[in-house]
């Protein structure tokens, strides 16, 4: 579940929670690797594109190591990141719109990392994030722990605050609004 | 409700290996302050300026508690007491155990009339 296939996984986010603490660099980037993509998908929710979640997800695995010690329960880590990436991502659209006299040009925001090949990878990029764009906020982050980071209900359950059957609904209205934006092409075989 | 998943490969952050690898560093760099200023608060020399307070405290109560222990053994009573203690133990009069008692010396007229007494 949005861990990174890596050599020598370490056991629990407890373990390395508290070995993070205590200052083990090795641990934090086990808990980056391990829960970024959850991460990810909820500042995707609100920023609505991928760069600008991915500079938010960067604040906010920082921001959450310094209140590290504020975190009661290492056992549900991902419910606690997560919650911390939705304000930093909430701070930084309403920093948006406060500078909003720009507005950023979407275009001009594409991953340099990308090659020339990628036109196509950029266009369905392009797509995906509009068609999210339709959905309200809630179904978003539901679909997104759900599909991109394969996160279960209970897990999505614990980390948006709302019950199973709640998120199950969430996921079905999602991914009907969704096929009627992207049609078929974009279903998972 | 059907379970059919959106493919939203595209949009995953950890699908191209060298972008993710980056991201990685990206924040581990961001982090290392933090790190460094957290594995130094865990040291011991760390742990013993964060009990400063607590130890400077006690040791203060430490030099309360014997001052006041130092004050009651010193009094008249303690003396009186330490010297009768004295003489019972090294078998000597209570005069001269007083002397010792009181670390002076005494005049020798002071001698001479113990001894006659003795």
């Known amino acids: 579940m949005g861990a990174m296939a890596q050599p020598h996984a370490p056991n629990t986010d407890v373990e390395l929670v508290v070995r993070a603490r205590g200052g083990d660099a090795a641990a934090f980037e086990w808990l980056v690797r391990r829960h970024f993509r959850a991460a990810f ?11 600008d979640a991915e500079d938010v997800c960067q604040e906010a695995f920082v921001r959450s190591l310094e209140k590290l ?17 939705r304000n930093q991502a909430l701070n930084w659209l309403e920093q948006r719109r406060v500078r909003a006299t720009e507005p950023l040009e979407e275009a001009d925001r594409t991953d340099p990392s990308t090659p020339a090949s990628g036109q196509e990878r950029r ?17 978003r982050e539901v679909v997104l722990l759900h599909d991109l980071d394969g996160r ?33 092409h974009t279903v998972k075989e | 409700m059907s379970d059919d998943a959106i493919d939203f490969s595209p949009l995953d952050p950890t699908a191209d290996t060298g972008h993710f690898e980056s991201l990685v560093a990206r924040i581990t760099a961001a982090a290392r302050p933090e790190l460094e200023r957290r594995r130094l608060q865990s040291s011991v020399w760390w742990q013993m300026v964060r009990w400063r307070r607590p130890m400077l405290a006690a040791a203060a109560m430490i030099v309360l508690v014997s001052l006041t222990m130092a004050q009651i053994v ?18 000597i009069p209570t005069a001269l155990a007083g002397w010792l008692a009181s670390d002076t010396l005494p005049a020798p007229s002071q001698m001479l009339f113990l001894i006659e007494e003795e």
């Open chain 1, 152 to 184: 279960t209900h209970r897990d999505i359950a614990a980390i948006l605050g709302v019950s199973e059957v709640m998120s199950r609904q969430h996921l079905f209205m999602a991914h009907t609004a969704l096929r009627g934006i992207l049609g078929a």
């Open chain 1, 69 to 85: 010690d504020s975190c009661r329960f290492p056992d549900r880590f991902a419910a606690w990141l997560c919650e911390i990436v």
């Open chain 1, 123 to 139: 266009e369905l990029r392009g797509l995906l994030e509009r068609a999210l764009a339709q959905l309200s906020h809630t179904q």
């Open chain 2, 74 to 91: 010193r009094s008249p009573a303690g003396n009186l007491e330490g010297t009768g203690q004295i003489a019972g133990t090294l078998g």
């Open chain 1, 41 to 51: 998908a909820v500042a995707l929710a609100v920023c609505g594109n991928r760069m």
